[in-house]
């Protein structure tokens, strides 16, 4: 059995294993829909429209000493934003779902497959990690240093696992190097989204299966922001 380093994503079975909850798999699940739906506005818009949100997307990456997935993503004022896109998503209601928000969470959740299977990358992002969080006890979260440290994580160890994620948006925006660094740390944050929604029991198919119960825990989850 391979042992992971202290700071890593992958959490052992028995401490997780109290949150096989639908309310636990529909808060990690609003996490990977918060970092594609920022992902998207950035690329396009070239500003972050929640402030709060990306921050929390990215505290979430380093913090790795919970398996509580509430303790972990920040609480539910953090995820308001994806709670309201999981609601856009999954009910759909006026044709609100945003298709490229579909296609980043995809391919999230392909990038996970190959993370989780591969111990040698999980030991060397639990390094990594553990660097970002010693930079975190100098900087912010959002500073330009510790943006493009996980800038460089996500392209050494995470995206060329599988097939590469294309974000689509202005190239004036996608050009600038501060944008490019904000998406790959939000595309990390949603990495590390997927693996905890794993580990709690998520599963493709309750995306369509259970459509209706996730969209009504959501709705529950965002009344307590």
């Given amino acids: 059995m391979t042992h992971l380093p202290q700071h890593s994503f992958i959490k052992r079975s028995e ?16 996490a990977m829909c918060q970092a594609a739906y920022l992902v998207d506005k950035i690329a396009t ?44 998503q999954l009910d759909n209601v006026d044709g609100a779902r945003n298709m490229q928000v579909t296609k ?4 999230l959740m392909a990038l996970e497959r190959k993370l ?4 040698g990358t999980l030991n060397l992002l639990g390094e990594r990690i553990n660097q970002v969080n010693r930079q975190l006890a100098h900087f912010d979260i959002d500073d330009s240093s510790v943006l ?3 800038d460089s994580i996500y392209k050494d160890l995470i995206s060329n696992l599988g097939p590469k994620i294309q974000v689509n948006g202005n190239p004036t925006y996608l050009q600038q190097s501060q944008t490019q660094h904000k ?3 939000l595309l990390l944050a949603g990495v590390r989204a997927v693996v905890l929604w794993r580990q709690i029991g998520g599963k493709r ?5 259970s459509r209706k119960a996730i969209v009504q825990q959501t709705k529950q989850n965002l009344l307590r922001t």
Avoid: W
């Avoid at 198919?205 to 299966?209: A, I």
């Fill in 104 to 107: 980043y969470v995809a391919g």
């Fill in 205 to 209: 198919r309750q995306l369509l299966l």
């Fill in 183 to 185: 998406i790959r740390a």
């Fill in 15 to 30: 401490l997780i294993m109290s949150f096989h909850t639908l309310e636990s798999r529909s808060i990690a699940f609003a």
């Fill in 116 to 119: 989780s299977a591969n111990s």
């Fill in 45 to 88: 818009k070239g500003i972050c429209p929640d402030a709060v949100a990306f921050n929390a997307s990215l505290r979430s990456i380093v913090r790795t000493d919970s398996a509580a997935p509430l303790d972990i993503l920040g609480g539910h004022e953090s995820l308001k934003l994806g709670y309201k896109t999981v609601i856009a």
């Fill in 148 to 150: 493009s440290n996980l």
